[in-house]
Structures are given as structure tokens and as C-alpha cells.
């Protein structure tokens, strides 16, 4: 008879300490997905729109091993970088950009507002418009009860572009190219972002202003709140020019206290930082973080040589930097898995949860994972 030999339990216990190491810690998101909108509510993430298209998921974190959930999928048109803000158990969706109908050839901005209620899995639509258009606008909470908006393209302009591109088409690239030329050779001023800071109230529906922005107005910038302190990352004054500039304010009732802008470092083994629109950031053992998105390597060198077309014959690049600012200090703080912007990202107890995103090229990603600071540095866990 073949003796058995048996496993120490030490080994046993080292056995399923390495596969627990080994399992993910967040799903991957049910597809790859860009330019998509997420929020959380107690211990669950919801995400999806984006190029997901109208599917909404849930994420359950207080569940080991919890995989994304199928939701009421989002009943209006499919849209490109909404915004989502979380107010009680409802999640508030606004702005994105896409087509009334999916056989038009051009794109839209949408005004329209959309509220999902986390209990009943429920859509519905509100009787009010987002009165800047708003794409492009960083959105934020920070008394659970009134949604900030920050920023945004304009919507006259923007529509304006699509329907002459689009127009062009038929008569070929050089045509198109003519559009490009005429729309992006403007000042950074004359794009007329949306320079007020906007709030809305869902249990009033009412929208107000609450002042103006005394530094360049952007979009696409990446937003991070610790309590009533908002900081503001990046962003474009213009299409194609990004800022390199962080801008933070204090918000008290509807008083607003803006500090000096500082500037994010330049990337390892570059002279200088051309900033970031379509980053991630949030808070993580009291570091503010900030990752990847994309920018045109070369576009202030053109713009500061009076080529206001400043991303001109340049490549977009995502980017995969992290930086941390740590004691009111910026630095270098490590690498993001791959190159990517355009996510979505949600902050939570212990750092930044990062959801999908637009890899270099333009293709979607399905990761799923967290930024969390360590003391010295980032620490990936997926």
C-alpha cells in the first residue's frame, strides 16, 4: 500500500495566504469601456454610460470577490463623458456628449439631467437642462445636498464645430481639415469656457451661480475633495493645450476662497510639464494623487511661438505619471499599469479607485484597481 504523505499545516496556511495574494482584489469592469461616468453609495460602485453605451453596473465592495452587477440600463441617448454625483441614494447624471439619434453623423452635447435611484433601480428624467451645456466639467458634492460644477466647453461653440464637421464630410479630409484649421486657431479665451462656478440643488431643482473662476477656465480637469477643500487638476484652456496648473478653493455655504495656483513637476526625463486633461485623482493616507491622462507633447513650445493651433502635426499622449502631493509638496510617485485617461474614478476609505479608461491609441480598457499611498510612493491593487 502507497504511504500518503500529508501537508505540514504551516504549508497549508502559506498555500492559501498565496492564493488569497493571488485572487484579484477588484473585478475587472464587465467590458472595456472609456469616457464612462461612476459614483458611489455606501459600500457599492456604480459605473457605466461612456462607450459602454446605455449599460449601468454596480459594483459590491463589501462583498469578497463581488463581480459587476447588470443594472436598468441608462433609457437615453448613449454619451460620452457625462458627469455622476451621488446625492443620498440617488446618483445624478448630467452633460456627455453623443448623437440624438445613432444615424446621424454628427455629435451633441447634452443638456439634459437624469437621476437613478440606487433602491428601486429606477431612471428617470428631470425637468430641468444643465444651463451651460457642461461637457467637460469637473462635478463634485461636498455637503451631500448641493452638485458643483467646474469648468465645461461651451455648448454653442462645440455644436457648432460638430455640425460644420460633419457637413464637410462629404466633401472629403481636406475639407475637414479646413473646419480643424478655422475652429482651433483661436486664443484660449475666445472658446468661452464656462468660467462660473455652478450648483445645483436636486431637492429644489434649482441652479445658481456662485461666482467666477479668477484663473483660466478648463475642461477635462480632474477634481479631488477633502471635506469642504476642492482641488482641481489640469485640464485644457483650448482644445489640444493642456494646463499644467493646480487650482484649489474652500467652499463655505456658497462663499468661495481660491488659493494661489501651484504646477504639477514635469515627467521624469522632460523639461517641462505640459499638464494633463482626462487624469484621475483623489486622496490616499492624506496624499492628494493625480495619474495618467493625455496631452500633446510639443503644444506650448507651439503656442508660446504664436501658432495658436498649438497641437498642430502633434501626437496625443496618454500618459501613465503619477504624482502625490505630499505636505503641500508635489512629487513623482510612480506608474500607472499602462498609459490611459478618460476613466472613471471614485474615491474611497483608503485611496483612488480607477475604472477603465482610454489606453494609448484610443482603445478601451476593462481594469479595475486602486492607487493607494504607502509613505514614499503608489502601490497598484487590483
Known sequence: MKKQLCKPPLFLALLAAASAMAAPRYADFPVAAKMTAAAAVGGRIYAGLGTAGQAWFALDLTKAEAQWEALAPFPG????????????????????????????????????????????????????????????????TVDGENILFFGGVNKAIFDGYFVDYANAGTAGM??????????????????????????YTPARNLWRSLGIDPSPATAGSALAVDGNRITLIGGEIKPGLRTPHVKRLTISGEQLAWDNPAILPPPTGESRQEGIAGA???????ALLVAG???????????????????????????AEI?????????????????????????LA????????????????????L????GSSVDIID
Do not use: C
Not at 428601486?120 to 469637473?138: D, H, K
Not at 484621475?280 to 492624506?286: E, F, L, R, T
Not at 491609441?361 to 481594469?367: D, I, M, R, T, W
Open 174 to 199: 481636406a475639407a475637414q481639415a479646413a473646419v480643424n484649421e478655422r475652429y482651433f486657431n483661436r486664443r484660449p479665451q475666445d472658446y468661452l469656457f464656462t468660467a462660473q462656478i455652478i450648483s
Open 350 to 369: 483608503e485611496g483612488v479607485l480607477v475604472i477603465g479608461g482610454e489606453l494609448q491609441g484610443g482603445a478601451a480598457s476593462k481594469a479595475v484597481f
Open 77 to 140: 441617448q448613449q454619451r460620452d463623458n457625462p458627469n455622476a454625483v451621488a446625492i443620498g441614494s440617488s446618483i445624478y447624471v448630467f452633460n456627455g456628449q453623443g448623437k440624438a439619434d445613432p444615424a446621424d453623423q454628427k455629435l451633441m452635447m447634452f443638456d439634459t439631467v437624469w437621476k437613478y435611484d440606487t433602491v428601486s433601480n429606477v431612471w428617470s428624467q428631470l425637468a430641468t437642462r444643465s444651463p451651460m451645456g457642461g461637457l467637460g466639467a469637473a462635478a463634485t
Open 280 to 286: 484621475y485623482a483623489g486622496y490616499s493616507n492624506g
Open 323 to 347: 504624482y502625490a502631493q505630499v505636505h503641500e509638496q508635489w512629487r513623482y510617485a510612480g506608474q500607472l499599469p499602462a498609459a490611459m485617461g478618460y476613466g472613471s474614478y471614485v474615491q
Open 293 to 319: 491622462g493625455a496631452n500633446f507633447p510639443g503644444a506650448w513650445r507651439q503656442f508660446n511661438h504664436g501658432q495658436l493651433y498649438a497641437h498642430k502635426g502633434l501626437s496625443k499622449t496618454w500618459r
Open 371 to 374: 492607487m493607494r499611498w504607502n
